[in-house]
Nanobody, 125 residues
Framework: QVQLVESGGGLVQAGGSLRLSCAPSGRTLSTYAMGWFRQAPGQEREFVALSRSGGTTYYEDSVKGRFTISRDNAKNTVYLQMNSLKPEDTAVYYC???????????????????WGQGTQVTVSS
């Protein structure tokens, strides 16, 4: 069983930055694809960014150029650097992991086997 521990959420003004961290306990990060999702009140959980185990990254269109996903295998941690934050980025952000996507789309929550508890990000206008 993989436990994902997230940190780094908080309250920030529009235009500000936050960095989220996610560390899987008991497993080596390098063998997992790591994703970030977010869920605003009353909305479905949506894809934000993905870092495949080989290092390839993908982003949801609305965060391209503002968010960066990265991993530090030595620290066994994946990060989501969020710059130029907007009020519409307000949501609970979740870290997710899987070793194999199989035939699932990597931007869907059902493709991931393990989830963190979520961390709140609030962007004030």
């Amino acid at each position: 069983q993989v436990q994902l521990v997230e940190s780094g959420g908080g309250l920030v003004q529009a235009g500000g930055s936050l960095r989220l961290s996610c560390a899987p306990s008991g497993r080596t990060l390098s063998t997992y694809a790591m994703g970030w999702f977010r869920q605003a009140p009353g909305q479905e959980r949506e894809f934000v960014a993905l870092s495949r185990s080989g290092g390839t990254t993908y982003y949801e269109d609305s965060v391209k150029g503002r968010f960066t996903i990265s991993r530090d295998n030595a620290k066994n941690t994946v990060y989501l650097q969020m710059n130029s934050l907007k009020p519409e980025d307000t949501a609970v952000y979740y870290c997710a992991a899987t070793r194999f996507f199989g035939g699932a789309d990597a931007d869907t929550p059902s493709a991931y086997d393990y989830w963190g508890q979520g961390t709140q990000v609030t962007v004030s206008s």
